[in-house]
DNA sequence: AACGACTACAACCGCTCTGCC
DNA sequence: GGGCAGAGCGGTTGTAGTCGT
């Protein structure tokens, strides 16, 4: 069914493509009351919308410092780094990618990079999968996030725990600028024998 | 030119987490 | 401690655009 060409209700909102007013009006809103309490937001903006609705809006496509489209293989590189050793978190992966979102990252990932893994893999295996995937639309990803998961549970789950949290410790940056890419350039030459670093 | 298949991505959905009362 | 509402996250869907026939 096409977006707002749904069966009428009571209580409709709108739903689908965003027009440039709607964000005219939400960006207007959100400058003078902040973003947060979205339902309220949606409300004052007089938009149609739900309060979800206007948060994702905002948060991957109006905010200040949004970067749009072409992904530099050096993001491209950071994102295979990412994802291998944090699966799919792409909360976190965005956090150290400014000026990305996560939605975006997993766009990306999911049309561009994760047909880049299955080619590898399938070279890799001579063109035949030893194991079939479980599951056809997670396919890709979920055998990389067993790669993932065999590196780190190779002792005990206290050790598994300990890797866990230095993961989360490492990418707790609240107290750092998002927009240094100092750390970006640290991290790349960290693993300079990554597998993914030919693909 | 017409049509179907494929691709990319914007947007929605359902669930979990968190903070407040 | 329990319930509730808001916020956040990852998975999934819908559709416009592109490409091949």
């Known amino acids: ?50 309060g979800k609705s206007c948060r994702l809006r905002w948060l991957n496509y109006l905010r200040p410092n949004i970067k749009r489209g072409n992904i530099s293989d050096q993001e491209e590189d950071l994102i295979l780094r990412l994802h291998k050793l944090l699966g799919n978190r792409w909360s976190l992966i965005a956090g150290r990618l400014p000026g990305r979102t996560d939605n975006e990252i997993k766009n990306y990932w999911n049309s561009h990079l994760s047909k880049k893994i299955k080619q590898k893999e399938i070279k890799q295996h001579g063109g035949s999968m030893r194991e079939g ?56 030459q960290l693993d300079d024998s990554s597998k993914f670093h030919s693909l």
Do not use: Y
């Open 133 to 188: 995937s479980k599951s056809q639309k997670t396919g890709q990803v979920e055998q990389v996030n067993v790669e993932v998961r065999e590196e780190s549970t190779s002792n005990n789950e206290v050790e598994d725990s300990k890797v866990r949290d230095n993961v989360d410790e490492f990418f707790d940056f609240s107290n750092e600028d998002p927009l240094n890419f100092d750390w970006v350039c640290q991290f790349l």
């Open 1 to 50: 069914m096409a977006p707002g060409a749904e069966v009428t209700t009571k209580k409709e909102v709108n739903r689908g493509a965003w027009t440039p007013e709607e964000d005219r009006k939400l960006a207007e809103v959100i400058e003078v009351h902040g973003a947060k309490r979205w339902k309220i937001i949606a409300a004052k903006a007089g938009l149609n919308r739900c």
